[in-house]
């Protein structure tokens, strides 16, 4: 995976080209400043895509956590509040 590289002059003269990029190759654009990574700029849907998955890994570690802590319920149960947590967000 090659990383985007630009400078902090690129953002301010080359927003559209760069949001182009973003969104084209969904990967992060590394904004310099003074030769240095100062920011990264990724496109709105490569966030949405990153922020969930970050949300799913910091579940799961839950769910080992909850397991090896005998915090454990009868699957039915469970996935009626996965149901009920489903529906919850579509209604948002």
């Given at each position: 995976m ?13 927003y559209?080209e ?5 969104r084209?190759s ?5 904004i ?20 969930a ?10 769910s080992e956590e909850?397991m090896?802590q ?8 469970t996935?009626?509040?996965i ?10």
């Amino acid at each position: 995976m090659e990383v985007a590289i630009r400078p902090s002059s690129d953002l301010r003269n080359h927003y559209s080209e760069i949001s182009k990029q973003c969104r084209e190759s969904k990967e992060a654009v590394i904004i310099t400043v003074n030769g240095k990574g100062d920011t990264a700029v990724m496109g709105f849907q490569a966030y949405k895509q990153m922020t969930a998955e970050l949300e799913l890994l910091r579940t799961l570690a839950e769910s080992e956590e909850d397991m090896k802590q005998g915090r454990v319920a009868p699957i039915q149960d469970t996935f009626d509040n996965i149901r009920t947590s489903l529906l919850e967000r579509k209604d948002e």
